[in-house]
């Protein structure tokens, strides 16, 4: 009996693919008498290995970019959600601004302005994480500032 049909060609070629074993580390495992016989019958399997493996990775990043993708236009959408909120809660209180401070020139419902205040954190939270950055002890900004304390001068 020859060594090419003593051995399951077909599942040696597969345990190879699948592993990170060189041809010799293959021929040591299976105690090949004749390393040259196991090299013509393995011709072409490194080879192969590259290729599969690159087609592997390059699946694999285009999952990957897909799903950031997603990740980012359901950013997009939450935002323009909530900028469409604060929009119509600011409208209502017909703000003004002068050198950076926000005024309220018509009196807003406190729990608007609690609503406003909780979508501009989300917003700013949403934007950080659109551009891949923590969440994490985010300095909010001045608009972010007037809005909270407006809330805290209602409750007075």
């Known amino acids: 009996m020859t060594n090419s049909k003593k051995y399951d060609w077909h599942k040696l070629k597969l345990e190879y ?17 004749s390393p040259s016989n196991f090299m013509i019958n393995a011709r072409g399997w490194v080879k192969e290995r590259k290729a599969l493996k690159s087609r592997a990775l390059a699946r694999a990043e285009q999952k990957v970019e897909t799903a950031l993708a997603n990740q980012y236009v359901d950013h997009l959408d939450m935002w323009v959600t909530i900028k469409d909120r604060i929009r119509k809660i600011m409208k209502a209180g017909r703000i003004t601004k002068n050198n950076g401070i926000v005024r309220f020139t018509r009196p807003i419902d406190p729990s608007d302005l609690v609503s406003l205040a909780t979508s501009l954190e989300k ?34």
């Open 17 to 33: 693919m699948s592993s990170n074993m060189s041809l010799t580390d293959m021929v040591k495992k299976y105690n090949f008498g």
């Open 123 to 156: 917003a700013l939270k949403c934007e950080r994480l659109i551009h891949g950055h923590s969440t994490e002890n985010i300095d909010h900004g001045s608009l972010y500032k007037a809005v909270v304390d407006e809330i805290e001068s209602t409750k007075q």
